[in-house]
């Protein structure tokens, strides 16, 4: 969009006003400024007005209003975004739109499999409405208290039970959105099949609020398993983690949900940062993994399967240690392990995140290859490196050495990015698994995107936003 500059005029701040109606709105410099940084206090914007409009309709109203005068609109969901995503730019010149006041579940049809919900409903509470109803809504992801539908969709989240569930592209059956002008586009059915032309949903699922709002959602819902067998284990190193994936999914096939690879460092900065939390095996061990198997059969026998396929493991060198969750406080605490690291990785200090997937047969040499990079780049900085072996996707993070201030880490960031990246692209990987890429990597999209996919993202955008008012500077440079 071709900014002007300067405020915007009040008189058009009355009209929003009116439009949107008494709680329709924030204004207030005090109640803006959640809105203008994001959880991390890494990106800084100004909106003049936080929008809350409580229906489709009024969301419709306000885009073509946008859409007239020319302004800005930056979808925010639960504003966990790692990228700037959902952070307004400076220049006080864009609409911050919180969906909030849609927190409606309109149906759920547990024989049916579906549910659907508003944008502004938060992860947690769709899960508990799920479960309520004897079914499973599988996305799980550590900011599942306060993310939101709208958001989990925007960013086409993925999280822990990626390995049997998908991403949230797979648990999106159908999608209300209102396009850049102001049309509503309903696709909200639940049908399993509908081959009638393009899958249009898919193109706003992950597109983080660039090519429209999306107001509700239609999901997938799953069976919940009978019983659910945790258990924590030490293996000698990445290849033998690869390994024992392969063992566990030809044993147990789907009912294995999670595989989630972390590195003894990890482990020590939750055992430090975490209250209450535990060694859960004895020694010291260079590696670990959760693993999670959700049984379609009762505990004693769902246990007894698992307990013979670690065996098997143990007896062929992939596992060196194990601990198996006997109560509900035991999972919890063995989970903590792992959804802690990030919190405990910015409790230590200065760090850099890299968000990247590569084939999964490939990470063991991908971890060494990075290993020996950041090593030779950043002596003494220390890689915590963890995830989703399971889907091959790995939060590539670099901690400053121990009683470092982190000066020389930020000043090798961008050698370390372009390390790292470099690896990735040589690997045919992705530079963002998960995260998105919001304003963090847009240069990064331009540099190592194709440019044939370049070019039709950048013809998908002009088409359904012509005039650039959805999300400005995300994604795509403006
Ligand atoms: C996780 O897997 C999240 O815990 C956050 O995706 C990763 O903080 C990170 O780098
Ligand atoms: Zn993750």
Redesign the pocket.
């Known amino acids: 969009m071709n900014d002007p500059v300067g405020p915007l005029p009040a008189s058009w701040l009355g009209e929003l006003k009116a439009l949107l109606g008494p709680g329709g709105y924030l204004d207030a410099a005090a109640d803006r400024a959640p809105f203008e940084t994001d959880f991390r206090a890494l990106y800084h914007g100004d909106t003049p007005l936080v929008a809350l409009p409580d229906s489709t309709a009024r969301v419709a109203e306000l885009v073509r209003w946008c859409a007239a005068h020319r302004v800005a609109i930056v979808p925010q969901g639960g504003n966990t975004s790692?990228c700037g995503g959902a952070t307004p730019r400076p220049g006080g010149r864009e609409l911050v739109l919180s969906l909030r006041r849609m927190h409606r579940i309109r149906a759920l049809d547990p024989a049916g499999d579906a549910m659907t919900a508003e944008a502004g409903c938060v992860l947690a509470g769709l899960q508990e409405a799920a479960a309520a109803a004897g079914r499973l809504l599988p996305l799980s992801?550590?900011s599942e208290g306060s993310c939101t539908l709208g958001g989990v969709i925007s960013t086409n989240a993925?999280?822990?039970a990626v390995l049997r569930y998908g991403m949230m592209r797979a648990l999106v059956l159908g999608l209300e959105v209102v396009l850049p002008d102001g049309r509503v586009l309903d696709q909200l059915t639940a049908l399993a099949k509908d081959n009638t032309g393009y899958d249009l949903k898919q193109l706003f699922i992950g597109a983080e609020g660039t090519l429209g709002v999306v107001t509700a959602a239609c999901l997938r819902l799953h069976p919940r398993p009978q019983s659910t067998v945790t258990a924590f284990a030490a293996v000698p190193d990445p290849a033998a983690a690869l390994a024992l994936l392969a063992r566990l999914r030809g044993a147990a096939g789907h009912a294995l949900s999670t595989f989630e690879l972390l590195p003894r460092v990890a482990l020590e900065l939750v055992l430090r940062h975490v209250p209450g939390t535990r060694e859960p095996l004895a020694g010291v061990q260079p590696w670990y993994v959760l693993v999670e198997f959700g049984l379609h059969e009762p505990e004693a026998a769902a246990r007894e399967r698992v307990e013979a396929t670690l065996a098997a493991a143990i007896a062929a060198g992939e596992i060196s240690d194990v601990v198996l969750a006997a109560t509900l406080a035991q999972r919890d605490a063995l989970w903590r392990l792992r959804?802690e690291?990030?919190f405990a990785?910015r409790r230590e200090g200065v760090s850099l995140?890299h968000?990247i997937a590569v084939a999964v047969q490939r990470v063991p040499e991908f971890i060494a290859a990075g290993a020996a990079a950041i090593a030779s780049l950043v002596p003494g900085a220390r890689l915590v490196t963890y995830?989703?072996l399971g889907d091959g996707s790995l939060?590539f993070?670099v901690s400053a050495g121990a009683g470092d201030d982190g000066a020389s880490l930020r000043a090798a960031e961008n050698t370390v990015r372009q390390a790292v990246h470099g690896l990735v692209a040589r690997c045919r990987g992705s530079i963002s698994a998960?995260?998105g890429i919001g304003q963090l990597k847009v240069a990064e999209l331009e540099r190592y995107e194709d440019p044939v996919a370049l070019a039709v993202m950048r013809d998908l955008k002009r088409a359904l936003d012509p005039l650039g008012i959805m999300n400005p500077g995300k994604v795509l440079a403006s």
Request: aromatic letters at 6%; a negative charge.
């Open positions: 790692y992801l550590g993925g999280g822990t959804e690291i990030p990785q995140k968000d995830g989703h939060h993070n998960e995260h």
